[in-house]
């Protein structure tokens, strides 16, 4: 079965065609960092405009890509993300199904960033831990199997990738903030600045707003820093607390496994230190199955059309769906 996944919640336009749930037949990424660089992070009313101009040249690119005319299956994200991006992929996923007579599947963002190791680890084993770091979102969850899982903690005020995104730009490094932190902190001396690690004993929630505070103090107590100790030390903080709480939840609850997910998952940092701290295997996804792509999108849409069934055509956006937990 060849299922059509249309990923469209924030700034990557993206289309691919999975066979079988796994099988990544083609997948399509039209990146618009371009278009809001300038403007230091996403503007959401650009991102709609082109996402409708990019959508379907990319549909068009996977279909080829995968050697079809039409797919058994359509699914597109249809929350959380911005309300006018989410709007695009969704009306135009149903608009497809109607037009091929395939049925249409609605998929949770969050839940398609768990399906990223699914698609990539033929030996997947369960239960996982999954460290879910991205822009938007810092989860930390128990997944049992796919559709089974359990909220462990999450951040209580900015997510891990919005601190690499805001100290970049305070740093002077641009958008997006994480990549460019992660280049500049190789020349850096991780120890130069002693920064909090927040609510180490507390949990397996995060907060990472206090450490973006204190980037900026030490900024104005040493102005003559170097950039690259602030960005070193500022990512060790970060880098710190997420592989501390993730091997702590996996020597608690005894998981088989530790996975990596979402766009700050792309950390050379994270992606070295995840592995040392437990003594299960880690999957970390490639670079690619990080950030925000289609396929993952199409195997999560593919589980749920098997599990659930279609989703009725009347389905809307939800910019805050939750993540999708189960008792
Ligand atoms: O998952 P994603 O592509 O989009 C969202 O759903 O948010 O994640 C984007 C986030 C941005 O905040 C970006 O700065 C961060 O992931 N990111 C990184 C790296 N590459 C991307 N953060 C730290 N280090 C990186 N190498
Ligand atoms: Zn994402």
């Known amino acids: 079965m060849n299922l059509l996944g249309i990923e469209t919640s924030c700034d990557e336009t993206a289309a691919a065609v999975v066979a079988e749930g796994r099988v990544v037949r083609s997948s399509v990424v039209s990146s618009q960092i371009d278009l809001h660089a300038r403007y230091g992070g996403v503007v959401p009313e650009i991102a709609g405009r ?35 991006s989410l709007l695009v992929g969704l009306s135009a996923a149903k608009a497809l199904a109607m037009s091929w007579d395939v049925p249409f599947v609605g998929v949770n963002h969050l839940e398609g960033h768990l399906f990223a190791p699914v698609i990539e680890e033929p030996a997947l084993e369960w239960p996982l831990v999954v460290l879910l770091v991205s822009g938007g979102h810092t989860l930390l969850v128990l997944a049992k199997g796919p559709g089974h899982y359990r909220l462990l903690g999450q951040t209580i005020d900015d997510a891990a990738g919005e601190a690499f995104d805001k100290v970049a730009r305070f740093l002077g490094l641009g958008y997006p903030g994480g990549p460019a932190i992660d280049r500049v902190a190789k020349e850096g001396d991780p120890t130069a600045f002693r920064l909090p690690r927040a609510l180490m004993d507390g949990g397996y929630d995060f907060s990472f707003s206090g450490l973006k505070t204190a980037v900026v103090r030490t900024v104005e107590r040493h102005p003559e820093a170097a950039t690259a100790d602030l960005a070193a030390s500022f990512q060790a903080a970060v880098v710190d607390v997420l592989v501390a709480k993730a091997a702590k939840a996996v020597r608690d609850l005894g998981a088989a496994g530790l996975c990596l997910g979402g766009g700050v998952a792309a950390n050379s940092l994270l992606r070295a230190r995840a592995p040392e701290a437990v003594d299960v295997p880690t999957y970390v996804p490639s670079l690619a199955m990080c950030t925000d792509n289609a396929a993952m999108v199409a195997a999560a849409g593919a589980w749920r059309l098997a599990n659930d069934g279609p989703s009725p055509l009347s389905l809307g956006p939800d910019p805050n769906l939750a993540f999708p937990a189960t008792p």
């Not at 990019?54 to 993300?81: K, Q, S």
Request: no cysteine.
């Open 50 to 84: 082109a996402h409708v101009e990019l959508l379907m040249p990319a549909v068009a690119e996977a279909l080829a890509g995968a050697g079809i005319e039409r797919p058994d299956a359509v699914a597109a994200t249809y929350g959380p993300g911005l309300i006018g």
